[in-house]
């Protein structure tokens, strides 16, 4: 498996600088769109970063796979079709954590730049702003982790209409899910609202990050089996 | 010895108007085995099958000696599959990458890659790390393949219509470095081919494939020296056809060809009619074309 991440990393390289650059130009205009909402606005350009790059990533390797008969001749390479798929969700789970960590680290040093509207370098934030960070990528990850079987059993392009429509019925069930007249909601306003305990936001991340573990799990052999008796 | 590439009367229905039939071949070492058929006989799918890319009804394949194919363990899959190399018709890397960065893609994959050996390839075939792989040529992006296919201590090489659209100076670069290949011996290479040309100076066999079942496997003597082709009347055709087994005859607006299967039995025989020597091409034509008895 270790061979065949080697090999999807060099193709994540030519794609980072892309992503980058533009995780960077939506990183500066949210911050400064939503600075003036307080500390907790202060972390939309992270959290916007954090959850992109997750889709971003799954889909342009996924565009890389259908280039030039990529995918075929990745299989005739001493690569079992589990290396391939365990690479590949490892992959998009290291660079979705760097571009996390890399936008949480942009979006404290930018901190002290703000003070004069307000908010405050203090930890409280710093904390605040790591945890939103790290949620909205694993959400953004249990998204990515639904869908990336459909990229295994129908193709790049199939599975991008599939995912669109998936991620509409993702969107819409948080919407509802969130909405003041549902008790879900009210229950998570209750133990995580306005001034949330750290320590039931730590439990919360920890919460979304074993679902998002299962997840992954479960999506990662659903997509090998797929994977295995798919022709190439 | 030891067979590198063995299909043992393999099968797959791929559609509904075309499958693989109890498919058999072998490569043994040393060789050059050309694999020929029109468009859509089965070649890239019988090496889809070779390879394990696709999953079989019926039959065997074996890599080197052991089982293979797509149901083999992962590991086996891994071992074997790293002493082989393939060359497809078009250049399979991204398009986006450059010369230099194809290393990183496809290296890691092989235990036994050889750094240096891919720089002087690269170096000899004269390709610029510096270029991306959308703005190769269809010659150069070969050569990269080559080179790929070349720098990991393959013993068996594979090439599916590897030669199609390549210039004849490209073509006999790339049949310089096959015979160069092979000639130790213990190293083999599976060319498929509609461009029989190549495999008349190069193949050791000839296995020719037609709707998705093997038709012929000749050594290529059998074809280019002891085959003919009898250029004749109808009458003169009739009585060869009679006369010979295994002729095949096909009929044109003014001369008959017939197939004889040894040429010199039949200037014996028949001492006026005149007999050539038959191309690769012209046996393929007239075995797939041709009528029988």
């Given at each position: 498996?270790k061979?065949?991440?080697?090999?999807?990393?060099a193709i994540?390289r030519?794609?980072?600088?892309s992503?980058?650059g533009?995780?960077?130009?939506?990183?500066v205009v949210?911050?400064l769109a939503n600075?003036?909402d307080?500390d907790?606005?202060?972390?939309a350009?992270?959290?916007?970063?954090?959850a992109m790059s997750?889709?971003i990533i799954m889909?342009?390797?996924?565009g890389?796979?259908n280039?030039n008969?990529w995918?075929?001749y990745?299989a005739?390479l001493?690569?079992s079709r589990?290396?391939?798929i365990?690479a590949?969700?490892?992959?998009?789970v290291v660079f979705?954590?760097v571009m996390?960590c890399?936008?949480?680290?942009l979006n404290?040093?930018?901190?002290?730049l703000f003070?004069?509207?307000?908010?405050p370098?203090?930890?409280?934030?710093?904390f605040e702003?790591a945890?939103?960070?790290a949620?909205s990528m694993?959400i953004?990850?249990m998204?990515?982790?639904l869908?990336?079987?459909l990229?295994y059993r129908f193709?790049?392009?199939e599975?991008l209409?599939?995912?669109?429509?998936?991620f509409?019925?993702?969107?819409?069930?948080?919407m509802a899910?969130l909405s003041?007249?549902?008790?879900?909601?009210?229950w998570?306003?209750s133990?995580?609202?306005?001034?949330?305990?750290?320590?039931?936001l730590s439990c919360?991340?920890?919460?979304?990050?074993?679902?998002?573990?299962?997840l992954c799990?479960?999506?990662c052999?659903?997509s090998?089996?797929?994977?295995?008796v798919?022709?190439l | 010895m030891?067979?590198?590439?063995?299909?043992k009367g393999?099968?797959?229905?791929?559609?509904?108007?075309f499958s693989?039939?109890?498919v058999t071949?072998a490569v043994?070492?040393?060789q050059?085995v050309?694999?020929?058929?029109?468009?859509?006989?089965?070649?890239t799918?019988?090496?889809?099958?070779a390879?394990g890319?696709?999953?079989?009804?019926?039959?065997?394949?074996?890599?080197?000696?052991q089982r293979?194919g797509a149901?083999?363990?992962?590991?086996?899959q891994?071992?074997l599959?790293?002493?082989?190399g393939?060359v497809?018709d078009?250049?399979?890397?991204?398009s986006t990458?450059?010369?230099?960065?194809?290393?990183a893609?496809?290296?890691?994959?092989y235990?036994t890659?050889?750094?240096?050996?891919f720089?002087?390839?690269i170096?000899?075939?004269?390709l610029?790390?510096?270029?991306?792989v959308?703005d190769l040529?269809r010659?150069?992006?070969m050569?990269l393949?080559?080179a790929c296919?070349?720098?990991?201590n393959?013993?068996?090489?594979?090439l599916?219509?590897?030669?199609?659209?390549l210039?004849?100076?490209?073509?006999?670069?790339l049949?310089?470095?096959?015979?160069a290949f092979?000639?130790d011996g213990?190293r083999s290479?599976?060319?498929?081919?509609h461009?029989t040309?190549?495999?008349?100076?190069?193949?050791?066999?000839?296995?020719c494939?037609d709707?998705g079942?093997i038709v012929?496997?000749?050594?290529?003597?059998?074809?280019t020296?002891?085959?003919g082709i009898?250029?004749?009347?109808r009458a003169q055709a009739?009585?060869?056809m009679?006369c010979?087994?295994?002729?095949r005859?096909?009929?044109?607006?003014?001369?008959?060809d017939?197939?004889?299967p040894?040429r010199?039995?039949?200037l014996?025989a028949?001492?006026?009619?005149?007999?050539?020597?038959?191309?690769i091409?012209?046996?393929l034509r007239l075995t797939l074309?041709?009528a029988?008895k």
């Amino acid at each position: 498996m270790k061979r065949a991440f080697m090999s999807e990393l060099a193709i994540v390289r030519t794609l980072a600088p892309s992503i980058a650059g533009v995780g960077l130009f939506i990183f500066v205009v949210l911050t400064l769109a939503n600075a003036t909402d307080g500390d907790s606005g202060m972390s939309a350009g992270a959290c916007a970063v954090s959850a992109m790059s997750p889709i971003i990533i799954m889909n342009s390797l996924a565009g890389y796979d259908n280039q030039n008969g990529w995918e075929r001749y990745r299989a005739t390479l001493p690569f079992s079709r589990k290396d391939i798929i365990c690479a590949r969700y490892l992959c998009i789970v290291v660079f979705s954590v760097v571009m996390a960590c890399a936008a949480t680290f942009l979006n404290i040093l930018a901190l002290p730049l703000f003070d004069p509207m307000g908010i405050p370098s203090i930890c409280q934030t710093i904390f605040e702003i790591a945890t939103a960070s790290a949620a909205s990528m694993l959400i953004s990850l249990m998204m990515v982790f639904l869908t990336q079987p459909l990229f295994y059993r129908f193709g790049h392009m199939e599975a991008l209409r599939l995912s669109l429509g998936l991620f509409a019925l993702f969107g819409c069930g948080t919407m509802a899910m969130l909405s003041s007249s549902n008790p879900i909601s009210n229950w998570l306003m209750s133990i995580a609202g306005a001034n949330p305990d750290p320590a039931v936001l730590s439990c919360l991340r920890a919460g979304i990050a074993v679902l998002a573990l299962a997840l992954c799990a479960i999506s990662c052999t659903v997509s090998t089996k797929v994977y295995r008796v798919r022709d190439l | 010895m030891q067979n590198l590439l063995e299909l043992k009367g393999i099968s797959r229905t791929v559609s509904d108007r075309f499958s693989l039939r109890d498919v058999t071949l072998a490569v043994e070492p040393g060789q050059i085995v050309g694999f020929v058929g029109a468009n859509g006989a089965g070649k890239t799918t019988a090496i889809r099958a070779a390879l394990g890319l696709i999953k079989l009804d019926a039959g065997e394949v074996h890599l080197f000696g052991q089982r293979c194919g797509a149901d083999a363990p992962d590991e086996s899959q891994r071992h074997l599959r790293s002493r082989v190399g393939l060359v497809l018709d078009t250049c399979p890397f991204p398009s986006t990458l450059k010369v230099g960065q194809i290393e990183a893609l496809v290296g890691p994959a092989y235990p036994t890659w050889d750094r240096e050996t891919f720089a002087g390839f690269i170096n000899r075939f004269g390709l610029d790390p510096k270029t991306k792989v959308k703005d190769l040529s269809r010659g150069m992006g070969m050569k990269l393949q080559l080179a790929c296919a070349l720098s990991h201590n393959a013993k068996l090489l594979v090439l599916d219509e590897a030669t199609a659209g390549l210039d004849p100076m490209a073509r006999e670069e790339l049949l310089d470095e096959l015979l160069a290949f092979v000639a130790d011996g213990q190293r083999s290479v599976l060319l498929s081919s509609h461009i029989t040309s190549d495999l008349d100076r190069a193949a050791d066999r000839v296995i020719c494939i037609d709707n998705g079942s093997i038709v012929f496997d000749l050594p290529r003597e059998d074809i280019t020296d002891r085959a003919g082709i009898a250029h004749c009347t109808r009458a003169q055709a009739a009585e060869l056809m009679a006369c010979v087994d295994g002729a095949r005859v096909a009929h044109h607006a003014y001369s008959v060809d017939v197939l004889v299967p040894n040429r010199r039995e039949a200037l014996e025989a028949f001492p006026e009619i005149p007999c050539d020597r038959v191309t690769i091409d012209d046996y393929l034509r007239l075995t797939l074309k041709g009528a029988s008895k």
